[in-house]
């Protein structure tokens, strides 16, 4: 089983950017679709994006569509997100996780593996 650690947040300020990294403890991670979701306070996990095993597939929120972008390094067993223009709502936990199908899918139950988890905080 491919365990998931995500990295790269902290805290920054309306505008600023982020880059996220979600990195496989195996290469297996390159067979899957992988997802990224987050989690506000008092709020329940939501999308974020998702990308193919191909990289060519993505899918986006709408709430990120034009600002995030995710991408995949099969070299680095990674999967990125950059995230631009970010906002306050922005601000939550943000989690990996596996799709065990090769269909998109929006809904976190349909995704396994999840990671612990990078905080992001934006500031106004």
């Known amino acids: 089983q491919v365990q998931l650690v995500e990295s790269g947040g902290g805290r920054v300020q309306a505008g600023d950017s982020l880059r996220l990294s979600c990195t496989g403890s195996?290469?297996?991670?390159?067979?899957?679709?992988v997802g990224w979701f987050r989690q506000a306070p008092e709020k329940e996990r939501e999308f974020v994006a998702s990308?193919?095993?191909?990289?060519?597939?993505?899918y986006y929120s709408d709430s990120v569509e034009t600002r995030f972008t995710i991408s995949r390094d099969r070299a680095q067993n990674a999967v990125f997100l950059q995230m631009n223009s970010l906002k306050t709502e922005d601000t939550a936990m943000y989690y990996c996780?596996?799709?065990?199908?090769?269909?998109?899918?929006?809904?976190?139950?349909?995704?396994?593996?999840w990671g612990q988890g990078t905080q992001v905080t934006v500031a106004s």
């Open positions: 996780a596996i799709r065990t199908t090769n269909r998109h899918s929006d809904n976190d139950a349909h995704y396994a593996n």
């Open positions: 195996t290469s297996s991670i390159n067979v899957f679709i």
């Open positions: 990308i193919g095993r191909s990289g060519n597939l993505t």
